[in-house]
């Protein structure tokens, strides 16, 4: 069974920074375009980041570009979201997904990351 | 980037209903759509792909159509567990864009 366990989401202060990380396992992250994706309280979902399958393309959206990096571990097969320059509006549960066409399935459970002074 | 648009934002319905949920693009995203159901604190769960292709393990009474710039969503007989939120996804391109979601309610 295919599944991903996100970890690493925590309370940090504006400026700061995280790293999020997203286990993966039941596949081989390097064949799949493995994708990260935010939803704010009560909000509804937002498309963050995009790793392909050979990790040359990276995609990220205009929102976190210049301050979230996506990479991996392949030894680990690991995902991960390293988030820097934090602002409020990044609070969000951050979920993993694996990517066929474009379609995510599976996602991760989430883990939150909560942005405040 | 593609805007996704959904209607209705809330719907109210009772089990046994058929419902359909619409989702229209800014421009043509030929047939890389997607739609998820996500129930309250969980993950969303893809439903469709292809527009009109049912994920492994997903009920028959799920059925996505459409093509181009319109698609829609049909449960055609609604059962308790169906009542969450729903979102269309574009992957035509990058940035991948979602709707805004679309509550299913109980009437």
């Known amino acids: 069974e295919e599944q991903l366990l996100e970890s690493g989401g925590h309370f940090v202060q504006p400026g700061g920074s995280l790293r999020l990380s997203c286990a993966a396992s039941?596949?081989?992250?390097?064949?799949?375009?493995m994708n990260w994706v935010r939803q704010a309280p009560g909000k509804g979902l937002e498309w963050v980041s995009s790793l392909s399958a050979n990790g040359l393309a990276i995609h990220y959206a205009d929102s976190v570009k210049g301050r979230f990096t996506i990479s991996r571990d392949n030894s680990k097969n690991t995902l991960y979201l390293h988030l820097n320059t934090l602002r409020a509006d990044d609070t969000a549960m951050y979920y993993c997904?694996?990517?066929?066409?474009?379609?995510?399935?599976?996602w991760g459970q989430g883990t939150l990351v909560t942005v405040s002074s | 980037d593609i805007q996704m648009t959904q209607s209705p934002s809330t719907l109210s319905a009772s089990v046994g209903d058929r419902v359909t949920i619409t989702c229209r693009a800014s421009?043509?995203?030929?047939?890389?759509l997607a739609w998820y159901q996500q129930n309250p604190g969980k993950a969303p769960k893809l439903l469709i792909y292809?527009?009109?292709s049912l994920e492994s393990g997903v009920p028959s009474r799920f059925t996505g159509s459409g093509s181009g710039t319109e698609f829609t969503l049909t449960i055609s007989s609604l059962q308790p567990d169906d009542f969450a939120t729903y979102y269309c996804?574009?992957?035509?391109?990058?940035?991948?864009?979602f709707g805004q979601g679309t509550k299913l309610e109980i009437k």
């Open positions: 997904a694996k990517a066929r066409s474009g379609d995510l399935s599976p």
């Open positions: 996804q574009q992957y035509s391109s990058f940035p991948y864009t």
């Open positions: 292809r527009a009109s």
């Open positions: 039941g596949f081989t992250l390097t064949s799949y375009s």
């Open positions: 421009q043509s995203i030929t047939g890389w």
